[in-house]
């Protein structure tokens, strides 16, 4: 059995939501600071309620789909396969990644043990998904999502959002049953 320590015992790290496989923490005050200015930054933050969160998974024989660049550790025993089926199917996703802009490749993680994604300023929220109605989201702000939800590609509704909005020409349509987490300016 696998035991975080300074995780769930840490008074500076509260669990401000949690949905199935995941868990929101927030850490209230940021003590990463390396120079002055990053500690006068973060004693700022710290006073405005802007606190660093992670999301932490954790599996019981279940797996979960992340978004690359995102994993901070992993522990247990957790294995990690792609969503590549071989060299022609990597060629086909590198071309279509050149087109939507959507990573290439994303990781999912199977097994038991403990999944911790790199912090951020930003919310993140965690919202259920079934197989009638997907969620879409810019690729921008997927975390992670349950393993038996599918992700796919959608262009935008209209080409004005996607001239406007900067968010590129297409979005994640996340649909199945399971949760999906994301991040959120507000």
């Known amino acids: 059995m696998i035991k975080l320590k300074n ?51 954790k599996l019981k024989n279940e797996s979960v789909c992340v978004n690359p660049g995102q994993l901070m550790f992993m522990c247990g025993d957790i294995d990690i396969k792609t969503n590549v089926k071989g060299m022609g199917d990597l060629i086909n996703k590198a071309i279509s990644s050149s087109i939507t802009g ?21 919310y993140i929220l965690l919202e259920q998904t079934d197989n009638e109605n997907g969620i879409v989201i810019s690729d921008a702000t997927f975390l992670a999502c349950s393993g038996n939800v599918k992700i796919k590609s959608i262009p935008v509704s209209t080409i004005s959002s996607a001239a406007l909005g900067k968010e590129g020409v297409f979005n994640l349509l996340l649909k199945g049953d399971g949760i999906v987490a994301f991040t959120s300016t507000v």
């Not at 959507?102 to 930003?122: C, D, F, Q, R, S």
């Open 7 to 57: 995780v769930y015992d840490n008074e500076n790290i509260i669990l401000s939501d949690e949905k199935g496989i995941f868990r929101v923490l927030e850490h209230r005050v940021d003590h990463s600071a390396k120079n002055l200015q990053q500690a006068q930054l973060n004693y700022y933050f710290s006073r405005t309620g802007v606190c660093r969160k992670q999301l932490l998974i």
């Open 102 to 122: 959507e990573a290439t490749i994303k990781p999912k993680y199977y097994g038991t043990g403990y999944v911790m994604l790199e912090h951020t300023n930003k």
